[in-house]
């Protein structure tokens, strides 16, 4: 079992990776190139020690030094130095190249799929996920696959090179080097194996500790109004010293390891001290020589170091890649159909025929259900809250498709239009208002991007929210943060009453939603709706007794289905679910 | 910052004593060089074998007391950074629990729970970094100049030159580099806004099919970012290989004038070798000086933000010692006198002139429109905001006389939002009588129309509630806190639109329930439906912060215009009547 997950995760990983090198593709010139730039880099910073030594030897004693041998060299390293800079600032900008151009691409491919998915993902999964794959893991799988790429090759070239040469020189010197420095791999992997479980406990207690902190410092005026404070506290401190503890272990073990791995690359040091200089006193080795050996010895352990840290930082890179292709790779809704129509202006009749949808299988939600609306009618959709009334939205919108059966407008099946057609046909007003970033022009004219001032103040006066828009600071060009920023419910509410009022579809969708405007902006509300619906199909979501009454067709929704329909005076007649729904308004409180 | 340094001072010796440690660490780093040139001009130069051995036991020796110096300083910095966090969490908790609602209200929770977590964590490894590295990096870089000197004068002299030259360029990169980081962090904060707007507002989006557009403004923004990014990377890209030529060049001119030396007899060939040891050292610890300034900052801005926290002060005062004088009780429960209130910051009042009398056993219902001030209205009998004019009185005494617990015990408020704590059920309804019987609570469940669906839990009394009540429907929330605030019988009730999510039914039952509760316990209503506060004994309407009127149901809807216009938008005229 346990094998099976590895292979599959393996072959999964291998997947990722291809999809990775198909973006890289693009960008193999920067590639390229940065892989010979680091080569040279590499090459060049550990021949420099070797001139530096070669100098070194030059420095014999009193009066015995070689001057013309010296320029020499000196100029060598002069060359050398300056083709060094130059190849590592082409290497990083062609590095900065690559991430940037690749974390472009993707982030764009991302966000075009999230235009295109179903519905069905966006309402399923949660939205800061969706937000952290596109921006944090992107961010992660760029810093760690791609610098992580460059970091893993230069370290390799390092260990290769300096090996070779301090094989060429002395055998035994070396021989310290190598078997001394995987002493610090195992300490610090020593290290990290014992901190893992004190992290773990680490950010366990101080997750317990922000949870906490949101639930008392998200509530604190409940805490306040029933003087909780002192026990909020004792709480909050019983935690505060659990996480002392546990943070003083798992930090203190952790910075062990850097003065752990610097004691065994002093160790190395001294004893390729040690035993070159026994050889250099034997003439085996020259000084300069030494000084070079020294000067790899101190930074042999650092690419391998590099090397540990990027493996990890690699696997880490591949999830987040592995993520956010995830992300990419989600079926798209189903297009258009080829020769998908585009629905010109209808009249407004909606057939509703032998419809069953459910979101989960296995829970069926609306089988059979049949609904015939005239042109001009309104339909009023009603029950408790959470009966699932959205449903119906989803589907006359086709924001979900219907399982069986088919929904027509005009007598064309809504699969058979261009869904930009079919939804350019309806106005929709939702309880939860959503605005954009930008300015109050901006949202208003959304569905009418070249409606003149005239027309949006015309449109904003119906709606009245021209009153309110007037006395912000700038007027139609006030701009409003996320999510509508600093409006009143109410204001947001109205906003998007007025989007819809200036485009005015032959069929609209509305969202009575009762409890955030005041009840005297709302019956103004209620007369624009009215001005709105004359002679148009509407949907409406309704709350209000006087709406529902002077519905054509009332829905009840119980449990996400459809139990009644009729109207008024019909289902008060049925004495059903409606009947005590509506007379369960009345009851009095004595 | 400063200020927020108090926190440490149960750690003042952890404090002096990490970078004590840390600067004895990097001595002894100082002085290997001095060894080596010891074994290449004595131990190779004169043949001495024993002399190389012996240096090479002082080199391991060295190694293990910088080992010793380091784990001790690490230690020291941990126990001082995660003490001083812990401390600072302590005062900033307590600070903030002990903040009124109007500076809650102009703080906003998001703002606190930051300054909470991310902000301290962040200035607890600021610190932690400081303790460790702010001495040793500077040290190890002068250091090594003063043992150049103590070898050769005019060489030093070199490093006199590449130190100032290495700084400028680390330190003159970073600066430049800093504001540009803070744009790119900018757009990335606007790609991410994009993202999740158009995740939000799919729906919208799609039914005004904006889809095309929206993909068009976010590859700007994107292409934005991109390009940003690569602006400040090919600037950052030119740290390293600058600062490899000017050491290397420093290497260069340290190796020439060393052979005029050594030529003239002046130094050895091992102190030229200590002399670029030395050079190479001085990089390293400048790299490292440059990141640990960029955490510090990271710091100091959060320290900073946590500091203008602890800067606001609650706005109100509460008595502390009770009062002794005998309690008579009053016929009169609640009373505001010509009550104003100004939310902080605000231009207008959100009450003007409110002026009632409710006796014990009452029950008041409060309507109005969305923003009339029906919320602020009752946020004042608990003392939550103090009136700006006028006085508020509870049984006969103005509530700035109360000591808190006493005025806040009387009371009990159902908050609009049904806010539930992780925890049982038994737990969260204990929250106002910690002494409450099972029996008692029972009761009040039974009342507030929990009963049914409690019993099905598991564990009933013991059913364990999730974080911000998850587990259960916002129906069944709103009764608990319904039920949490029947507990012990309180003299005052306070059901801010409480029944919202209740159906009309269990709306009706909830209140012929409360209705017939032992007891005076004076029930204040707020509600937006005109059935709710029908029966009420009194009605107050108020009307853009004003109080229209006040009054029985049947007098209201004779005289009062604005309840009327309520009245009959959700009750139509014509029905009104007959039903």
Not at chain 1, 162 to 183: A, C, E, H, R
Not at chain 2, 214 to 231: G, S
Not at chain 2, 320 to 347: M, N, W
Not at chain 2, 473 to 497: K, W
Request: net charge neutral; aromatic share 8%.
């Amino acid at each position: 079992m346990k094998e099976q997950e590895n292979v599959k995760r393996r072959s999964g990983q291998r997947e990722t990776i291809l999809t990775v090198l198909k973006y890289i593709r693009k960008y193999w010139i920067y590639l390229a190139l940065s892989i010979v730039m680091a080569a040279l880099t590499v090459s060049l910073t550990l021949y420099l020690p070797i001139l530096t030594g070669q100098v070194i030897d030059l420095l014999i004693d009193k009066g015995l030094v070689e001057f013309p041998g010296v320029f020499r060299i000196l100029k060598k390293m002069a060359v050398a130095i300056a083709v060094t800079a130059a190849a590592q600032w082409i290497m990083n900008v062609c590095n900065n190249q690559m991430t940037y151009r690749i974390v472009q691409d993707v982030r764009n491919e991302a966000f075009r799929k999230i235009e295109i998915l179903p519905l069905k993902y966006i309402d399923g999964h949660s939205h800061g996920e969706v937000v952290s794959r596109v921006i944090a893991d992107v961010d992660q799988f760029a810093d760690g696959l791609l610098m992580g790429f460059t970091q893993f090759f230069t370290g390799v070239i390092t260990i290769l090179g300096t090996l070779g040469f301090m094989l060429s020189v002395n055998v035994v010197v070396t021989g310290v080097v190598v078997l001394i420095t995987p002493l610090s791999f195992l300490v610090a992997a020593f290290i990290a194996k014992k901190t893992y479980v004190m992290f773990r406990l680490q950010s366990e207690t101080r997750g317990e500790q922000t949870a906490l902190i949101e639930e008392m410092i998200g509530n604190q005026k409940v805490v306040q109004a029933f003087s909780h404070e002192d026990e909020t506290m004792e709480a909050f401190d019983g935690i505060n010293d659990r996480l002392k503890k546990c943070s003083l272990k798992a930090i203190f073990y952790s910075s062990l390891t850097n003065p752990a791995t610097r004691f065994v690359n002093n160790l190395v040091y001294a004893g390729v001290a040690v035993t070159g200089a026994l050889y250099a006193i034997r003439g085996g080795i020259s000084i300069g020589q030494l000084s070079c050996f020294l000067t790899y010895a101190n930074q042999y352990t650092k690419p391998f170091n590099e090397i540990s840290g990027v493996v990890t930082e690699l696997q880490n890179a591949l999830a987040c890649a592995a993520r956010i292709f995830e992300l990419i790779g989600e079926d798209a809704q189903i297009p258009d159909k080829e020769n998908a129509k585009e629905l010109g202006c209808v009249d407004g009749s909606v057939d509703l025929q032998h419809v069953y949808f459910s979101y989960v299988p296995d829970k069926k939600l609306i089988t059979d259900f049949n609904l015939s609306v005239r042109a001009g009618q309104r339909v009023a959709i009603v029950g408790p809250t959470g009966c699932g009334k959205t449903t119906i939205i989803n589907l006359l919108m086709r924001f979900y498709d219907v399982q069986k059966g088919a929904i027509c407008v005009d007598g064309t099946d809504i699969r058979d239009v261009t869904r930009r057609s079919l939804r350019s046909n309806y106005g929709m007003v939702l309880q939860e208002t959503w605005l954009k970033a930008g300015t109050i022009r901006d949202n208003i004219v959304m569905g009418r991007p070249d409606a003149t001032d005239e027309e949006i103040i015309a449109a904003a006066k119906l709606s009245h929210a021209h009153s309110f828009i007037k006395r912000m600071p700038q007027g139609y060009d006030t701009v409003i943060g996320e999510d509508g920023g600093n409006l009143s419910q109410g204001q947001k509410q109205l906003l998007c009453i007025t989007r819809v009022m200036l485009c005015l579809p032959p069929m609209l969708i509305l969202d009575e939603a009762t409890s955030s405007i005041d009840t005297r902006t709302e019956i103004r509300i209620q007369k624009a709706f009215a001005t709105m619906m004359e002679g148009r199909t509407s949907f409406i979501v309704a709350h209000r007794l006087s709406t529902i009454r002077e519905a054509d067709v009332i829905l009840v929704m119980k449990d996400g289905n459809v139990i009644e329909q009729g109207s008024h005076e019909t289902l008060l007649e049925q004495g059903g679910f409606y009947a005590t729904l509506y007379n369960s308004q009345f009851a009095p409180a004595t | 910052m400063g200020k927020l340094l108090i926190y440490l001072k149960h750690y003042k010796k952890e404090t002096v004593l990490a970078p004590l440690f840390k600067m004895l660490e990097a001595g002894f780093e100082l002085f290997v060089p001095l060894v080596m040139a010891a074994i290449i001009d004595r131990g190779i130069g004169g043949n001495d074998t024993l002399l190389v051995l012996r240096m090479g036991a002082v080199l391991v020796a060295l190694g293990i007391i910088g080992l010793v110096c380091s784990i001790t300083a690490q230690y020291f910095a941990a126990k001082a950074a995660v003490g001083f966090s812990a401390e600072l969490k302590h005062a900033l908790f307590a600070h903030i629990q002990g903040l009124s609602y109007t500076e809650i209200d102009t703080l906003g929770t998001s703002t606190m729970i930051t300054r909470m977590t991310a902000d301290i964590n962040q200035v607890q490894n600021g610190v932690n970094m400081v303790l460790r590295l702010f001495l040793r990096s500077p040290f190890i870089v002068f250091g090594a100049m003063i043992m150049a000197f103590t070898i050769d004068v005019p060489a030093a002299f070199i490093f006199v030159v590449t130190i100032p030259l290495l700084s400028i360029v680390v330190f003159g990169i970073m600066i430049l580099t800093m504001p540009l980081y803070k744009k790119v962090q900018a757009g990335l904060d606007s790609v991410l806004a994009s993202t999740r707007e158009n995740l939000t507002g799919a729906r919208v989006i799609r039914a005004f099919n904006k889809e095309k557009e929206e993909t068009d403004l976010f590859q700007k923004k994107n292409d934005d970012l991109a390009h940003m990014q690569l602006f400040v990377g090919k600037l950052s890209a030119l740290t390293n290989p600058v600062t490899y030529v000017i050491v290397n060049a420093a290497t260069i001119v340290l190796l020439y004038t060393g052979a005029v030396r050594v030529d003239e007899g002046t130094i050895t060939q091992g102190q030229v070798v200590a002399l670029v040891n030395y050079m190479s050292q001085i990089l390293v610890e400048l790299v490292k000086l440059a990141n640990l300034i960029i955490t510090i900052t990271k710091a100091l801005a959060c320290a900073n933000r946590i500091q203008s926290v602890f800067e606001i002060s609650s706005s109100m005062e509460w008595v502390q010692d009770p009062d002794s004088a005998a309690r008579k009780t009053e016929d009169y429960i609640v009373e505001f006198e010509h009550v104003c209130l100004a939310y902080a910051g605000a231009g207008a009042e959100s009450l003007t002139d409110i002026d009632f009398h409710i006796k014990r056993g009452e029950t008041v219902g409060i309507i109005g429109g969305t923003g009339s001030g029906k919320t602020s209205l009752v946020n004042m009998i608990p003392r939550f905001y103090d009136a700006v004019k006028g006085c508020v009185k509870v049984d006969g005494r103005d509530v700035r006389e109360y000591v808190m617990e006493e005025l806040r015990s009387k009371i009990r408020v159902v908050p609009q939002k049904a806010v539930l704590f992780q925890g049982t059920i038994r737990e969260n309804l204990l929250w106002g009588s910690p002494d409450a019987t099972d029996a008692e609570l029972w009761k009040a469940i039974e009342t507030a129309q929990a009963k049914e669906f409690v019993e099905q839990k598991e564990g009933k009394l013991d059913f364990h509630i999730a974080q911000e009540g998850r587990n259960l429907s916002g129906g069944q929330r709103q009764r608990l806190t319904i039920a949490r605030a029947l507990v012990g019988n309180p003299q005052i009730l306070i059901m801010d639109d409480s029944a919202s999510a209740l159906d009309y039914a269990t709306d009706a039952a909830l209140r012929q329930a409360i209705h017939r509760m032992e007891g005076d316990t004076t029930v204040f209503i707020v509600s937006q439906r005109a059935s709710t506060i029908r029966y009420a004994d009194k009605i107050i309407v108020l009307d853009d912060g004003q109080m229209a009127d006040i009054g029985t149901h049947d007098e209201l809807l004779e005289r009062c215009s604005v309840y009327q216009e309520i009245y009959y938008s959700q009750y139509p005229k014509d029905e009104g009547v007959s039903l």
